[in-house]
C-alpha cells in the first residue's frame, strides 16, 4: 500500500523566507501526487496536483512543487511565505478509491 | 456556487447516543468519502461512496455506518458513539468517471466531541 511521508511537523518562519516542505511517497509505479492547504478552522483546498508532464508544478498563491521521481518526493517551496500561508499543509498521494494523506505540516510565519 | 455541505458544524455529544452528520455536493458528483483528522494522523478515510447504493470501508470504519441513497447526500452515522470518536470530521467530493482528476472537493468540517 502506498503511503506518505511529511518529515516536518512543524515550521516557523519570518516573512519574506524561502520554503520548503518534504514529502515523500512510498509507491514506485505511476502516482497522482496533490498538496492541500488548511488555513486555520477551514476546509482542506488544493494547492496543486501533478498527474504526468512537466514535473515542476505551479499552484495557486504562488506555490510549486516538483516531482523527482528517483527520490520519491514531491516537496512544496515558496520562494517568499507570507504571513497570510500560516496553515497546515498535507501531501497525499492518489490510489483508485481514495487520497491518502500525509500527517500534515503546520507553518507559522511571522510578520 | 459548486459546494459540500456538512451540518452540524460542531456538536457535543454523549456516550451511547446515536447521531448522523450529513453531507450534501451540489456539484453532482459520483465519489462521496468521509474523513477524520486527527493531531499527528493527518487525515484518515472512514467509508466511501462510487455512486448510489455503493459504499465500501476505508481505512479507520470501526463504529461508522455510511448510506448513499440519493446522489449528492452521503451522511455518516455514529450508532453508539464512544470517546475516541471525538474528531473533526471532512465530508469530501469528486468526479469518478471518464478523465477524473482524483481533486477532492471539501467540506467545512465538523468537529465532535463525545463526553
Known amino acids: 500500500a502506498q503511503s506518505v511521508s511529511q518529515h516536518n511537523h512543524h515550521v516557523i518562519l519570518s516573512e519574506a523566507a524561502s520554503l520548503e516542505l518534504g514529502c515523500n511517497y512510498s509507491?514506485?509505479?505511476?502516482?497522482?501526487l496533490f498538496w492541500y492547504v488548511q488555513y486555520p478552522g477551514q476546509h482542506l483546498q488544493l494547492l496543486l496536483k501533478y498527474f504526468s508532464g512537466d514535473p515542476l508544478v505551479k499552484g495557486i498563491k504562488g506555490f510549486e512543487a516538483e516531482f523527482i521521481k528517483s527520490k520519491f518526493s514531491f516537496n512544496l517551496r515558496k520562494p517568499s511565505v507570507q504571513w497570510s500561508d500560516t496553515a497546515e499543509y498535507f501531501c497525499?498521494?492518489?490510489?483508485?478509491?481514495?487520497?491518502?494523506f500525509g500527517t500534515g505540516t503546520r507553518l507559522q510565519v511571522f510578520p | 456556487e459548486a459546494q459540500v455541505t456538512q451540518n452540524p458544524r460542531y456538536l457535543i455529544t454523549v456516550t451511547g447516543k446515536k447521531l448522523t452528520v450529513t453531507c450534501s455536493q451540489n456539484?453532482?458528483?459520483?465519489?462521496m468519502s468521509w474523513y477524520r483528522q486527527d493531531p499527528g494522523l493527518g487525515l484518515r478515510q472512514i467509508y466511501y461512496?462510487?455512486?448510489?447504493?455503493?459504499?465500501d470501508k476505508g481505512d479507520v470504519p470501526e463504529g461508522y455506518k455510511v448510506s448513499r441513497k440519493e446522489k449528492r447526500n452521503f451522511p455518516l452515522i455514529l450508532e453508539s458513539p464512544s470517546p475516541n470518536q471525538t474528531s473533526l470530521y471532512f465530508c469530501?467530493?469528486?468526479?469518478?468517471?471518464?478523465?477524473?482528476?482524483?481533486?477532492?472537493?471539501f467540506g467545512e468540517g465538523s468537529r465532535l466531541t463525545v463526553l
Open positions: 461512496s462510487m455512486n448510489v447504493e455503493v459504499t
Open positions: 456539484m453532482n458528483h459520483e465519489y
Open positions: 497525499a498521494v492518489r490510489q483508485p478509491d481514495k487520497l491518502i
Open positions: 469530501a467530493s469528486r468526479r469518478y468517471s471518464g478523465t477524473n482528476t482524483g481533486e477532492l472537493f
Open positions: 509507491y514506485g509505479g505511476t502516482v497522482n
